[in-house]
C-alpha cells in the first residue's frame, strides 16, 4: 500500500493540485504506467487485506512479493522518465523566453 501511495503523491506533486497539467509525451506516457502501476499495488493490498485469514502459499506470496519487487523497479523508472521529461520541457522552454528574437526586415 506504501508503493500505491507513494505513486499517488508523486503524481499530484506534479499535478500541483491541478486536473489537468501540460506534459511532455514521454511524462504523459509516466504517468498512465504509473496509474496502471498503482491500480495492481491497490489490488494486491485488497487481496492481501481479503484474504488475511486464509491458509498461507508460501510458493504464491514469495511470487508476488518477487512481482512486486518488479512494478516497484518499473515505477521508479517511469517517475523518474517523468521527472527528466518535465526538467528538459522546462528548460527548454526557459531557454525559448531568454532568447532574443531575429532581428526583422
Do not use: S
Amino acid at each position: 500500500m506504501v508503493r500505491a501511495q507513494e505513486v499517488e503523491g508523486f503524481v499530484e506533486g506534479l499535478f500541483n493540485g491541478e486536473e489537468e497539467a501540460g506534459l511532455p509525451e514521454r511524462a504523459h506516457e509516466a504517468v498512465t504506467h504509473l496509474g496502471e502501476i498503482r491500480a495492481m499495488m491497490a489490488g494486491v493490498a485488497d487481496l492481501i487485506e481479503r484474504t488475511r485469514d486464509e491458509p498461507e502459499d508460501r510458493r504464491q506470496i514469495k511470487e508476488t512479493i518477487k512481482h512486486l519487487r518488479v512494478m516497484t523497479e518499473i515505477m521508479e523508472t517511469e517517475i523518474h522518465a517523468a521527472v527528466l521529461a518535465c526538467t528538459r520541457a522546462r528548460a527548454q522552454g526557459l531557454l525559448g523566453i531568454t532568447t532574443p528574437l531575429g532581428t526583422r526586415h
